[in-house]
């Protein structure tokens, strides 16, 4: 079998570093495109200004403005991602309903926030859950509560319009489309046994435990020693070393955790198999993966959904920017608009991102700076990509739900429209993602939305070569500081698990306690703050 050779011999970082210089290198190489011209674009979703707005205000925060709108509720949530809306529910359920949702953006759920483009709804974060195993006894059941599962004596039976249909994955590599993301080769080849021996790997590793949410399983040494190395020099001892395997390894980091096998440890790759289904070379075993549940515009009715029972209680354009713990309750300051509210509260939940929480703190307890500075976090940019209709396409698999690019630096792109009962006639919508290194945040910030669609017309032309012809309309967002990369020593630092009973009156609820990113962990830390402080403050 002839290796596949990259689209480019420059490496992944260099080709960012070029793309991201300017329109210059962008366009030096590039046909003229004559989509500069008819296209509208924009960047949205971030409300960055309002954001900047907490991180300038030094002042306002050192002496909060007298006239402040007077407010006050029993807990206040600050943030209302999937972490704070899920506290919110479980105060609700324990019977606190004296409580207050605040956030920053217009609209509630965080990186689990859904668009639409001339009705077409799309993504701008998060797109997809896993069905939960027996570890996430608490979601399973929220799932069944709001209609997308059944319990059924043979365990639970799921809404099958919501489970994602297939074709649900394929990977453009050597010329053509195939099914799966992992490079298929013949099964006497070299490549799998390389296969074989990883997924001998993942199974004596899986034996330690591994849950998804990762506080419901077990930490010990040998999880320890796991998360104290990169999983590129892991995967170098284990004797992996063949060229596809680790350019798909590479793949699974930078998609789930925004960095890749050199910037992740061995814990955070094991745990991408382990937690979830494992890993078995392809024709080797009848182990069919589960479908995942997803929506057009992503996670956005979990989201909805979670918000629904506590809509009222919900403020958005609210930017919190001092939270101060004292002895009988905390006080917290928020820019509303033109005016500024001064909440009072027995307790407050931060369900920010950490460095958020240790910005806006006026105390931050010690374990709180110092996990908030240990945590490196990926800049991402998701672009709803409008197009008149269906592009040219290679040859070989069909267009899936997930369609990506061997040696692409992007993730490739996900179809909104695939839900879709009826055949689709007309427009489409795809989603492209992108995981920026955190170097490259300042210059991703400064992009152009131009330069952006360059950059991902430039990327997707390999398989669409017709996509810039074919587009209409481009909607961008980037996420500055989008989640926390689980980098080698961040999963077991002493800091990070100190966090969550570092103050009295204020507790935490975000995936960043879990040192990356995802709907689970978010939904498990926002249950769990939120069932300690209603028995903090029902005293049961
Ligand atoms: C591009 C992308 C794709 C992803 N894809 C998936 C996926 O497919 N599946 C999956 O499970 N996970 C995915 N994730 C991970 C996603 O982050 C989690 O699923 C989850 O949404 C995180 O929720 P959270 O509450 O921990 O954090 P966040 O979503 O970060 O929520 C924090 C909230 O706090 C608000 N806030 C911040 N500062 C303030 C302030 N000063 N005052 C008031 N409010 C404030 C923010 O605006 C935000 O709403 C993805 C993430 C990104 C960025």
């Known amino acids: 079998m002839p290796r596949p050779l990259l689209r480019s011999s420059a490496t992944r970082r260099e080709f960012l570093g070029a793309a991201l210089a300017g329109p210059a290198i962008l366009t030096g190489c590039a046909k003229p495109d004559d989509w500069r011209q008819r296209v509208e674009g924009r960047w949205i979703g971030d409300n960055s200004v309002l954001g900047h707005r907490v991180r300038d205000a030094r002042d306002a925060a050192a002496h909060p403005p007298a006239g402040a709108r007077e407010r006050r509720c029993d807990v206040l949530v600050v943030g209302s991602g999937i972490g704070g809306l899920s506290a919110a529910r479980s105060l609700q359920r324990a019977g606190i309903t004296d409580f207050a949702v605040l956030e920053l953006e217009d609209e509630p759920g965080g990186n689990s926030r859904g668009h639409a483009m001339q009705g077409l709804r799309c993504p701008i974060g998060a797109h997809y859950l896993p069905l939960p195993g027996p570890q996430a006894g608490d979601i399973q059941d929220w799932l069944v509560e709001i209609g997308l599962a059944k319990s059924t004596a043979s365990g639970l039976k799921w809404d099958e319009r919501h489970l994602c249909h297939s074709p649900q994955e394929r990977l453009f590599i050597d010329g053509r489309w195939q099914d799966g993301m992992l490079p298929l080769v013949p099964r006497d080849s070299a490549t799998q046994a390389q296969y074989r021996l990883l997924a001998k790997l993942v199974a004596d590793m899986g034996r330690l435990g591994f849950a998804l949410p990762t506080a419901r399983g077990p930490w010990t040494s040998a999880h320890a020693a796991l998360d104290a190395v990169p999983a590129a020099r892991w995967v170098r001892e284990q004797g992996l070393r063949d060229p596809l395997l680790l350019a798909y390894l590479d793949y699974c980091c930078r998609d789930d955790y925004g960095a890749g096998i050199a910037t992740v440890s061995a814990w955070a790759l094991v745990h991408y198999f382990a937690s979830r289904h494992g890993f078995s070379a392809p024709g080797d075993d009848a182990n069919d ?46 820019f509303a608009g033109d005016e500024v509210e001064h909440w009072t509260a027995k307790h407050v939940i931060m369900a920010t991102p950490l460095f958020i929480a240790a910005r806006v703190l006026r105390a931050p307890p010690a374990a709180l700076v110092a996990a908030a500075g240990a945590q490196r976090r990926a800049p991402w940019m998701v672009a709803n990509l409008r197009l008149d209709a269906l592009p040219l396409d290679r040859v070989g698999a069909p267009l ?25 006639v007309g427009p489409r919508l795809l989603t492209a993602y992108w995981a920026f290194p955190d170097s490259d945040r300042k210059r991703l910030l400064q992009m152009s939305w131009q330069d952006a669609t360059q950059l991902i017309v430039d990327d997707l032309r390999a398989v669409h070569p017709d996509l810039g012809e074919r587009l209409q309309q481009v909607d961008i ?45 978010a939904f498990t830390r926002g249950e769990d703050a939120g069932r300690r402080v209603a028995r903090a403050l029902l005293g049961r």
């Open 477 to 521: 967002v980037r996420h500055g500081h989008a989640m926390a990369i689980p980098t080698p020593g961040l999963r077991s630092s002493a800091a990070l698990a100190a966090v969550p009973a570092s103050a009295p009156r204020v507790s935490f609820a975000h995936a960043d306690l879990s040192a990356y990113s995802v709907f689970e962990e």
């Open 289 to 334: 993966r589960d479908p995942v549940l997803t929506w057009p515009d992503g996670n956005a009715p979990l989201a909805q959904a979670l918000r629904q029972p506590c809509a009222d209680r919900v403020h958005t354009g609210r930017a919190v920017f001092r939270v101060d713990e004292g002895l009988g309750g905390v006080e917290a300051w928020a």
């Open 400 to 424: 899936s739900w997930d369609n990506a690019i061997h040696g692409s630096p992007s993730l490739g792109y996900v179809d909104a429209q695939h839900q879709n009962l009826a055949p689709v």
